[in-house]
């Protein structure tokens, strides 16, 4: 699976231009001062955001095409998108979150059954199952929304600040945890971050986004060498953890 998106949209302060390409087992970590565009990026390759022009491409399957009157809702775009808050339901318990996807999705009972628990010993939840979310730490919460983004078997996977809920002390396992899972699966993924480590430590590639445009793309190594450029300097310092 491979994503191609050649997007543009006018937002209140700018127009948003981007031109990106994901490989299959490939993740790209979009970093950017808060309000650059990067979640915008997220909802527009998800169908949650419509461009204003452009064409989003996965798998050779147009998603988005102005030039073809092509908009596939985001039901039928086989995309899990990770929401910085998470977007959990409280009430519910972890199987049932975790199973929420497939069952909007029809799909039949024995075989939810089946990829739910396969998921969520995946992501060392087996025990959790029946515990409503509303009592899971933040790390336990990450594990449970990304086990239901990949219960679905996406052909792309999306994440925004995924360990920003996550206590401190906790982040350097689930770090490892997120990488080995996604090296695993296989499929092309796009986080926003703001932590320099999930950076270097998750990214195949980075794109240094600025009011909607990409200034700078490379490997974590390439980006890291350019800090004399002020927002990289800034980047890694730690500082302006805002979502973007």
């Known amino acids: 699976m491979m994503l191609s998106m050649r997007a543009a949209k006018q937002l209140r302060d700018y127009e948003?231009?981007?031109?990106?390409?994901?490989?299959?087992?490939?993740?790209?970590i979009l970093i950017?001062?808060?309000?650059?565009?990067?979640?915008?990026?997220?909802?527009?390759?998800?169908?949650?955001?419509?461009?204003?022009?452009?064409?989003?491409?996965?798998?050779?399957?147009?998603?988005?095409?102005?030039?073809?009157?092509?908009?596939?809702?985001?039901?039928?775009?086989?995309?899990?998108?990770?929401?910085?808050?998470?977007?959990?339901?409280?009430?519910?318990?972890?199987?049932?979150?975790?199973?929420f996807g497939l069952r909007c999705?029809?799909?039949?009972?024995?075989?939810?059954?089946?990829?739910?628990?396969?998921?969520?010993?995946?992501?060392?939840?087996?025990?959790?199952?029946?515990?409503?979310?509303?009592?899971?730490?933040?790390?336990?919460r990450q594990r449970v929304a990304l086990a239901r983004a990949l219960a679905v078997k996406p052909g792309l996977l999306l994440?925004?600040?995924?360990?920003?809920?996550?206590?401190?002390?906790a982040q350097a396992q689930m770090r490892r945890e997120l990488r080995e899972t996604i090296r695993t699966t296989g499929i092309p993924c796009i986080i926003v971050t703001h932590a320099l480590r999930d950076a270097l430590e998750l990214g195949d590639k980075i794109c240094v986004m600025e009011e909607g445009r990409v200034v700078q793309t490379g490997t974590p190594d390439e980006v890291l060498a350019s800090g004399e450029r002020g927002f990289i300097a800034h980047f890694s310092c730690g500082c302006g953890r805002n979502r973007g």
């Not at 981007?18 to 299959?24: A, D, E």
């Not at 169908?47 to 039901?75: F, H, K, M, N, T």
């Not at 969520?120 to 790390?139: I, P, Q």
């Open 32 to 99: 950017g001062e808060n309000g650059a565009g990067k979640s915008t990026v997220l909802n527009l390759a998800s169908g949650l955001l419509a461009p204003d022009r452009g064409e989003i491409a996965l798998a050779g399957r147009v998603l988005y095409s102005d030039a073809q009157w092509i908009d596939v809702p985001v039901e039928d775009r086989n995309i899990g998108h990770v929401f910085q808050s998470y977007a959990l339901f409280p009430h519910l318990s972890v199987f049932e979150n975790v199973a």
């Open 16 to 28: 948003l231009d981007v031109s990106l390409s994901v490989g299959p087992g490939e993740t790209l």
């Open 159 to 169: 994440l925004d600040e995924p360990l920003a809920a996550v206590d401190v002390r």
């Open 105 to 140: 999705r029809k799909v039949p009972a024995g075989e939810i059954a089946a990829l739910v628990t396969g998921e969520l010993k995946r992501m060392h939840l087996s025990d959790l199952a029946d515990v409503n979310v509303g009592r899971l730490s933040g790390g336990q």
